[in-house]
DNA sequence: CTATTACCTTGATCTCGATCAAGGTAATAA
DNA sequence: TTATTACCTTGATCGAGATCAAGGTAATAG
């Protein structure tokens, strides 16, 4: 049993399934991590399927590996909104609840690492500080969902996409080990649909905020779903927020 | 030591000083309240004072006990949105954490029981079950976040108000064992600014929107801070959630 | 090869909530 | 008493983003 440290990520990845699992390898020792790797099983969802509906019973908890999945709530209406996005290392599942409060969907093919939860909480209960990680990482989503709370409360629609664009490229930077130096390039994982779910806008709006951004020499669109940003602290501006000036070590 | 339980939440009141703590009243046992008695005392702030400031290092933990205090976030040009809603018993400050990411301010006069951060947290790291209690409400203010995002991404102006005020009359009644019986009463804790900051609008539209529910026969106005509200499923409805149609047993 | 499908872009117009502006009300100070 | 201050309401106008509409592009199916 392996671990390597992952940048700027306070916790390891399990050499053995090859995964990061944010919630059980920061803090986990090998007769742990042993009895994690036997109840494992790995699950592949296609693009656009339902991983978990909204009021389902849920009897699993795991980690993304690969692809990205989105949390999301609908009014009866149609009008939807994302309220999270979980990409590879991610934890899925609520430690201690039974229903889901909201759908998860892949955005594109994802692979998931699972555990059926009574064993996995009866390992959380004998190790206390797997529940103080879990603290720790529900906390971190807390505040990533306040952050969205700003953004959706008081942001332009030039802003939320300059936004989502930081949070693409930073999350992409740290799992490919990417640097800065002349420009970022990355892939967007979601639609121009899921983009404007997430950002409480149109798809219109998306399309025509990335174009402006494009016309302002902000970003290069390769195509439509690949991004090239010359300037990563001129982006960061265009998203109106001082908080994590320089998360790139 | 006695607990008394109160309508629909899943924690006690401390008799010894009267006052609900979410977190540690659930699941403590008397040895562990006596020595969080030793270790507490109370401070209290006048509205509009700020209790802590975005960015500064916070070394006390504690709850409300009377009053209303806010979370909110400040871009560099002023704009601003409250991320969080703090009423009595709510837990104030995050175990494990450092520094405030967010502005708390009383909204109007609001004392707080608190505790001296390492010697809650010694005590934490020695109970267990006050861990389990922590992450579940730290999961349950991640949902109300969560539906905050819904509502600011998607809702309008009017289903706005609407849910802010079906939230506030909810906490209310939880308080007060009102019974809905022919309306329910109650007081807006916060100025139409304050609301403004919640809801992502202006002052003028949560004024126009209030009046609104007013003319609609929604809400009455005794006067701009006291609602009545003669039938509470309507004003649901005006909130366009479909969820938690009937928490009030 | 063409047809279908899913996704993206751009233009024209509309609308909800923001902005600008003027008063109103009630509490405290002078 | 009047003045000041803080808060709330309402009207007029404006504008960012939604909505309606029409194509464009690329992948897969037939």
Same mark, same amino acid.
């Given at each position: ?5 992952? !940048? ?5 990845? %399990?050499?053995? %399934? ?6 059980? %390898? ?16 790995y699950r592949t969802f296609q693009a656009g399927e339902t991983i978990v509906w909204a009021g389902e019973e849920v009897d699993v ?51 998931? %690492? ?86 409480? &806008?149109? !798809? ?13 020499? !902000? ?15 001129? &982006? ?10 320089g998360f790139i070590s």
């Open positions: 049993m392996k671990h390597a440290p992952l !940048i700027a990520q306070n916790h390891m990845r %399990c050499a053995d %399934c090859a995964i990061r699992h944010k919630a059980v %390898c920061a803090y986990c020792e090998p007769p742990e991590l042993a009895k994690l790797d036997a109840m494992k099983s908890l795991g980690s993304v590996v690969s692809g990205v999945a989105t949390l999301s709530r609908t009014l009866q209406d149609g009008r939807r909104q994302m309220v999270g996005l979980l990409l590879p290392s991610d934890f899925v599942g609520r430690p201690g609840r039974r229903k889901a409060p909201y759908d998860v969907v892949a955005a594109n093919e994802v692979m998931i %690492c699972q555990f059926l939860k009574p064993k996995f909480e009866a390992l959380v209960s004998a190790t206390p500080a797997l529940e103080r990680r879990l603290l720790d990482m529900t906390l971190d989503e807390l505040d990533a969902a306040r952050e969205w709370m700003l953004l959706l409360g008081r942001k332009t629609a030039r802003e939320r996409i300059a936004s989502l664009l930081v949070i693409i490229a930073r999350r992409d930077a740290a799992l490919s080990s990417t640097t800065v130096g002349d420009g970022l390039r990355f892939a967007l994982p979601l639609t121009r649909e899921a983009m404007s779910d997430y950002l409480g &806008l149109t !798809i219109e709006t998306v399309s025509r905020q990335i174009s402006a951004l494009k016309k302002s020499g !902000i970003i290069i669109l390769e195509d439509s779903r690949h991004v090239r940003v010359p300037d990563y602290v001129a &982006l960061l501006d265009e998203a109106g927020d001082d908080s994590d000036g």
